[in-house]
Nanobody
Framework: QVQLVESGGGLVQAGASLRLSCAASGRTFNNCALGWFRQAPGKEREFVATVNWRYGFTYYADSVKARFTISRDITRNMVYLQMNSLKPEDTAVYYC???????????????????WGQGTQVTVSS
């Protein structure tokens, strides 16, 4: 049973930084991609960033490129999202998710991810 547990959310002011963590368990992730998505009130869930577990390839949404960095720790089965220069429009619930059978890919569609965490709230005040 795959489990993804997010942590690290909170309330910060615009311009601040936060690091989200995702603890992944329940299977080997060698052929998977692990990604971060977010959902703001009244909006659809959207892709933020993803990392290919085996090869380390990364891919970002344009809205977060150069501000956010995704990384993984294979030895600890952890995925991180370092968020810098936060903006009020980054306010959302952030979800960790895993796409199995990603091979060397970095998928960005929500439908490609089969397992999801419970989410962690990030609120950025202006």
């Amino acid at each position: 049973q795959v489990q993804l547990v997010e942590s690290g959310g909170g309330l910060v002011q615009a311009g601040a930084s936060l690091r989200l963590s995702c603890a992944a368990s329940g299977r080997t992730f060698n052929n998977c991609a692990l990604g971060w998505f977010r959902q703001a009130p009244g909006k659809e869930r959207e892709f933020v960033a993803t990392v290919n577990w085996r090869y380390g390839f990364t891919y970002y949404a344009d809205s977060v490129k150069a501000r956010f960095t995704i990384s993984r720790d294979i030895t600890r089965n952890m995925v991180y999202l370092q968020m810098n220069s936060l903006k009020p429009e980054d306010t959302a619930v952030y979800y960790c998710a895993t796409a199995v059978s990603a091979d060397w890919g970095t998928p960005a569609g929500t439908g490609e991810y089969g397992y999801w965490g419970q989410g962690t709230q990030v609120t950025v005040s202006s």
